[in-house]
């Protein structure tokens, strides 16, 4: 702790944040301490240690501060010069905590501003006022601090730095990066009208080159992010996450601690409210499926399916509410090339009769067995060993109809899966002495199921619609009229017109 007979005196200090002011403010506390070292024979200054502008309440984040702990157990210094208490620590339990471990290690503490030598007899006790103090200042500061920010959050100043993709943060304010914006719109687009999963759309994000953010590769959880931000709809939230602390400055998820701010229509969107709010709902539900245990599908059968006639582009969901409050579903061209809207219904009704003139023998064949499912389904509370024989026949139902449909199986092989599952339907059904019913309609559900799996394409021209399927490519145009509203909305097939893979 001396040098040929000095006492070794170390000076801590906090210095700006601020690269310009740093260099001065270190160089000018360094001459400070000199002046101040030199005017004291026999002492010798050992090392200034310097903590960038962080605040003195919390020590845990201030690397130079632990490294002055570390050397002063090292021997290496005997006394630390500080200009006052609330540069050393605004923790009184830090500040006398290490004040009382520096005083075992035979250091003492001088606080120049403060008048205070933790060597001498009542140092202690003047610390522990002042650390009290500058304690209780820390608060009243954080407390007007965080009032000024609220008042700048209520009136549209952004908060946080320059991290959110397809924006620039600049000035408190966010304007749009162009080249990220159209990335983004893509996710949204292979989400909602494709269909498709994060992990799906991560992939092929890499796979075409597309550089993401702050990254080497994508990942669920980034485009997790991007389809749940509000400010890609041009809204701004703030206070998403809360200091709980003014001590420690440990930040948490903010679920009602604090009342967060929204600005609705703040900024310039990157996507249109109706895409943003179908995203939403479409997380919603895929999340309710994941917590009941069932695969995901897309939230139609259509998504990722129908595309315009005209130009080119997908067809996307559009929902809407009528004066009554009911809700009203249909897709249209994503580009508003003029081509005109379909009525969720309506491309339903096509598909189903698609399906039927298409020659699909196979659907009117798996009618009977989906009844008798469909029935069990909605009937009473099955046994676990009824249940589980029940899941399992449509599994593999599903599961053939899919081999068959993608030329994996033969007409023949689906028919002896059929019939498998119906015997043991039937059995699952005689085991549990259920009351003979008439074989119902295929619900609308499963309806779905089936033209998710044979339907390829749906194009949608001025008069008309083409429906495509997956297993031959063949395909019907179909010319229709609509007629009704809400429940007595109907879908009539006018005339049809088959056509072949050749004849395309």
Known sequence: ???????????????????????????????????????????????????????????RRRAAFQQMMEDAAEGKFGLILTKEVSRFARNTVDTLAYTRRLKELGVGVVFLSDSIDTRDNDGELRLTIMASMAQEESRKTSQRVKWGQRRRMEAGVVFGSDSIYGFETRGGALTIRPAEA?????????????????????????QAGIVPPRAERWSENTILRILRNEKYAGDLLQKKYVTVDYLTHRKIENRGEEEQICLRDHHQAIVDRETWEGVQLELARRRAARQSGERHSARYWSSGRVWCGGCGAPYVPRTSRRKDGTIYKSWGCRDSCGMGMVNDKTLFACGQFALERLGTDVVHELEELAGRIERMRSGRRAAPMEQRRRRDAEHRLRRALEGYLDGVITAKELEAVRAQCSQETEAAEAEAKAEPLSIPEVSAELWEDILRETVARVTVYPDSLEVILQADERSLRMWYTTSGKGAYYRTDIRRWEEKKPSEK
């Open 182 to 206: 159209e990335v983004v719109r893509l996710i949204y687009d292979k989400y909602l009208a494709e269909g498709k999963g994060a992990h799906v759309i991560a992939r092929e994000l890499d």
């Open 1 to 59: 702790m001396t040098d040929r007979g000095a006492l070794l005196v170390a000076a801590y200090c906090r210095v700006s944040t601020d690269r310009t002011d740093q260099a001065n403010s270190l160089r000018s506390q360094r001459e400070y301490f000199h002046t101040y070292i030199n005017g004291h024979p026999g002492w010798r200054l050992a090392q200034v240690y310097a903590d960038e502008g962080l605040s003195g309440t919390s020590i």
